[in-house]
């Protein structure tokens, strides 16, 4: 499951694990016009880890960037 968010400065994207336990933490995606940051909590060091990206990276996320804001649920495999 996600959500989309369109913000003032920023789409901002929420991966939700529902896969089989154990479940990971939520994956937060924030799309900025110069970079794309990935962040999720670890709670083995308990920190946030930060993945930024180049526009140009995120050109597989393109299609849930342009989904209206919702909650939406990826097709079983």
Do not use: C
Not at 10 to 32: H, M, N
Not at 56 to 64: F, M, S, V
Request: glycine content about 2%; aromatic content about 8%.
């Amino acid at each position: 499951m996600f959500t989309i968010e369109h913000d003032f400065d920023a789409s901002v994207i929420v991966l939700v694990d529902e896969g089989a336990a154990p479940l990971r933490e939520d994956v937060t995606v924030q799309a900025f016009a110069s970079e794309i940051t990935f962040e999720q909590w670890d709670p083995r060091t308990d920190r946030v880890s930060k993945i930024t990206l180049s526009p140009e990276q995120l050109r597989d996320l393109t299609a849930a960037l342009n989904l209206p804001e919702g909650i939406y649920r990826s097709s079983p495999e």
